[in-house]
């Protein structure tokens, strides 16, 4: 029986440390990896909606009726400002997924907008995630009640297995190894 097991990603070097977990516990060969990368929606732009940013691609008539065009813009859509944005975070992740898959895992890359710590519990639960696998930077006292912890809300949101991989600062040893 295949596996599916989420890895929410930040971007960084330290949640590229959950690699090596996945790594150690699941067979590459029965085990299909979503990574997901939650990020604010794009500047400007407040829902998905189909709307063009423009309001107007034509905005004025010269004297006579004709168009006045000089000044005119084609619009911009706010569903290619969201799949531009998705493209490009897509992009930035291609080595982590390259990793992963030469490393006989079968991959997939998720964007999505909104609080990462319900966007990962809404991917769960809409695919049906058997596990999640997510690096926890391990803050406590004062930092924590502050900064909140994406990993703790995930974690009383869930009901699949959460394994937390507490990060090491030191970030120079490789992203990615199979065993190690």
Avoid: N
Avoid at 50 to 74: C, F, N, Q
Avoid at 116 to 139: K, N, S, Y
């Amino acid at each position: 029986m295949a596996t599916t097991v989420l890895l929410p990603m930040d971007g960084s070097p330290f949640s590229r440390q959950a690699f090596r977990a996945v790594g150690r516990l699941f067979d590459a060969e029965r085990t299909s990896l979503t990574l997901l990368y939650v990020a604010e929606a794009p500047e400007g732009v407040r829902e998905r909606t189909w709307a063009p940013l423009v309001s107007e691609a034509w905005p004025g008539m010269k004297p006579g009726g004709m168009r006045d065009t000089s000044d005119s813009e084609h619009p911009i859509y706010e569903s290619q400002v969201w799949e531009s944005t998705k493209a490009q975070l897509i992009e930035a992740f291609d080595d982590d997924v390259r990793a992963l898959a030469d490393a006989g895992f079968s991959v997939r890359m998720v964007i999505r907008f909104g609080d990462p710590a319900q966007e990962i519990a809404d991917l769960i639960e809409e695919d049906d995630i058997d596990a999640v696998v997510m690096a926890t930077h391990g803050r406590s006292g004062l930092s924590r009640a502050i900064m909140g912890s994406v990993a703790e809300r995930v974690l009383r949101m869930v009901h699949v297995p959460v394994i937390m991989i507490r990060g090491r600062d030191d970030t120079s040893t490789p992203a990615f190894t199979p065993l190690g």
